[in-house]
């Protein structure tokens, strides 16, 4: 598994924040994912996006591709990972358990387990699909996590709102060797930035905002990460 340290500039990749908090949902050490792990959906619900994100481009239209592409090379049969779909969208956009009328169940009612013994997700019963949240968590997301965490984005996030608040000035970025998208937290200043450069500007300058994006693209932030409110 990825460890996740804590770091004492505050600054974080968005896949070591995304593990943390699932590992912590779900009762498991944050830094290294040691334990059993639990049933709590928002546990499974970060999963999801850990997968969703680890599977490419979110601008390329329909997720469906890229998702099953994500895990049949992960050693994911066709029907577990149609069925892992329909239940990252049920999580995503219900946070719920999908409905047996979804035609990619295959006419399979879903179950949510608590047994960390059983398969991530377990099809073999005619009309049933049991997918386990300890087991889904804890290995089969942190497996694939560990696989490609190059698929990642590069963007860190810098979870100190003091590093903004305490000076007017943009801090310095000689030390940052990824690109920094400073802006998800309610801070009074937004700030992307590189080794050597650093674009600061206030909440509402469109202007600014243009040209840090522009920026952002040339040193390789995703499409995604790029609407930013301001």
Same mark, same amino acid.
């Given at each position: ?16 924040? /995304? ?18 792990? *639990?049933?709590?959906? /928002?546990?499974?619900?970060?999963g999801?996006?850990?997968? @969703?994100t ?10 469906? =591709?890229? &998702? ?5 090379a *992960?050693?994911i ?9 329909v ?10 358990v ?17 047994d ?5 997700? @377990? ?5 049933? #699909? ?8 804890g ?5 694939? #996590? ?5 698929? &990642? ?11 903004i ?7 310095? /970025?000689?030390?940052?060797? *990824? ?6 937290? =309610? ?7 590189? #080794? ?15 040209? #840090? ?18």
């Amino acid at each position: 598994m990825l460890r996740c340290e804590l770091s004492s500039t505050h600054q974080y990749a968005t896949l070591v924040l /995304a593990l943390r908090d699932m590992r912590e949902i779900n009762g498991r050490d944050a830094v290294t994912g040691d334990g059993v792990g *639990n049933d709590k959906w /928002a546990g499974m619900t970060l999963g999801m996006i850990v997968l @969703d994100t680890l599977s490419g481009n979110q601008s390329q239209g329909d997720p469906l =591709p890229r &998702w099953l592409k994500l895990l049949k090379a *992960n050693g994911i049969s066709e029907a577990d990972a149609q069925v892992l779909y329909v239940v990252r969208n049920a999580l995503l956009h219900g946070y719920g358990v999908p409905k047996k009328t979804d035609k990619r169940l295959a006419n399979r009612e879903v179950y949510f387990s608590p047994d960390s013994e059983a398969f991530a997700v @377990d099809t073999r019963t005619k009309g049933r #699909a049991v997918v386990s949240v300890p087991v889904f968590c804890g290995r089969l997301v942190e497996r694939i #996590a560990a696989s490609v965490p190059k698929s &990642w984005d590069i963007s860190e996030i810098d979870v100190d709102r003091s590093v903004i608040e305490r000076s007017s000035r943009p801090p310095v /970025a000689d030390s940052v060797h *990824n690109v920094q998208v400073l802006g998800e937290r =309610p801070m009074n200043r937004a700030v992307v930035g590189k #080794a050597g450069r650093v674009c600061a500007f206030a909440r509402g300058d469109r202007a600014a905002n243009q040209e #840090a994006i522009a920026y952002a693209r040339t040193v390789g932030v995703p499409e995604a990460q790029l609407d930013w409110q301001f």
